[in-house]
């Protein structure tokens, strides 16, 4: 065991036994400090600030809060080679390469939004548990869809009364969210037509609040987006093509966007891994044009952010490459930081455990190569370490 473990380990077991990590600097959320040290005792922060006494020497880098994927699907795995009544079973144990790819990108929390069988609340409590290496879970269960027709999953809800029903089993199997597909479009099929009305839209989001949760909307077009943001969601997924007026009422309401850019990226980048014909590639670049200038749009008009990769499949551990799009839509390397951190806590409504390097938060900490500030790829690309909750569960310093 090395010097740095035994400091993990003992930093976990005994409360009275805290450990220090001196960085190049820290930034905290809101600033950075040069030359300072975090101490960690437990699986939260004693403090930020200057050094002294013995420290674990982590002076190459520079430390962010653990960042926040707000909109993954780590269930999604490719070539479960499982029998189909046994599927679920198989889902969770292959989707831990998601989990610990998720974490080598530094993102210690995440945002699961669909699954199926439950696969994503089995994962959510088996890391809680500590049985599982993976990024603290919030998850949705099954996402809401207006399927019509014979084919009636535990997902399909049509009509207010089966959606308030639908959402409602959601959050009773355990759900710490609703989510709801309001409209087409998903892989290479990037239309955006509408699937939900107002009305059915309002239903969700009356019996996720009325149980105190919140509802995370997927809109591809502005259609669905427009009657979400009338019908008071809490964050918009995808929600290309938005008019000025939807953005502006986004901004109004303090609604959070997650426009989730990259992952038509991914699906370009692995059209042929993914089985996508040859001619959705002009589609599905056009629409990654599209989604960034809504983006650049609703950051100009004052839209909160957070981070969102959309990851599926062999994606994860590009959770972050979104923080490019982010910069490109017009935001500071800081900005972005943000999004990925503080905004995603916010959401999260764990603003006051996650998302910054302060006392009394649980010590979620990833230390990156360069200075994060000067170039938002030092996060996407050169992430050397990870701390989740005093636990350290990446260590590439060696
Ligand atoms: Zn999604």
Redesign the pocket.
């Known amino acids: 065991m090395s010097f740095r473990r035994a400091l993990a380990l003992a930093s976990l077991s005994t409360s009275a036994w805290a450990a220090s990590y001196h960085f190049a600097a820290i930034w905290d959320g809101e600033k950075i400090v040069r030359d300072a040290c975090i101490t960690v005792d437990g699986d939260k922060i004693q403090s930020v600030g200057p050094c002294a006494g013995e420290a674990v020497d982590l002076t190459k880098y520079t430390a962010i809060p653990g960042l926040i994927d707000v909109?993954t699907?780590m269930t999604f795995v490719l070539g479960n080679p499982v029998a189909r009544a046994a599927r679920n079973a198989a889902t969770v144990f292959l989707a831990q390469d998601n989990a610990r790819k998720t974490l080598e990108a530094g993102v210690t929390t995440v945002r699961d939004?669909?699954s199926s069988g439950y696969t994503d609340i089995a994962m959510r409590d088996l890391i809680a548990a500590g049985k599982m290496l993976g990024p603290r879970m919030f998850v949705a269960g099954y996402g809401l869809q207006n399927t019509r027709g014979t084919n009636v999953t535990p997902n399909t809800a049509h009509g207010p009364v089966e959606v308030d029903k639908v959402a409602r089993a959601q959050i009773a199997a355990g759900a710490d969210w609703v989510k709801m597909y309001a409209s087409t479009g998903t892989g290479q099929d990037v239309s955006g037509t509408q699937t939900y009305s107002f009305d059915e839209i309002k239903a969700a989001v009356d019996a996720a609040h009325a149980l105190h949760k919140r509802i995370a909307v997927?809109s591809y077009g502005p259609d669905a987006a427009r009657d979400a943001v009338r019908a008071g969601v809490d964050s918009l997924?995808h929600a290309t093509d938005m008019d000025d007026e939807t953005i502006a009422e986004i901004a109004r309401r303090k609604i959070v966007y997650v426009p989730t850019i990259d992952h038509n990226r991914y699906y370009v980048d692995n059209y042929q891994l993914l089985r996508y014909r040859a001619d959705s590639l002009p589609k599905l670049n056009d629409y990654i044009q599209r989604n960034l200038q809504t983006a650049r749009k609703a950051f100009a008009a004052g839209v909160t952010f957070a981070m969102g990769s959309?990851a599926v499949y062999t994606m994860f551990g590009e959770n972050t490459r979104e923080l490019g799009w982010f910069v490109k839509a017009g935001m500071t390397p800081e900005q972005a930081l943000r999004a990925a951190t503080v905004n995603g806590a916010a959401l999260l409504e764990m603003d006051k455990k996650l998302g910054a390097l302060r006392e009394g938060y649980l010590a979620d900490i990833v230390a990156v190569e360069g200075d994060p500030l000067a170039d938002i790829q030092t996060v996407v690309e050169k992430v050397r370490w990870v701390m989740k909750a005093g636990k350290i569960v990446v260590d590439k310093t060696r």
Request: net charge negative; proline share 0%.
């Open positions: 909109h699907h939004l669909g997927h997924e959309d």
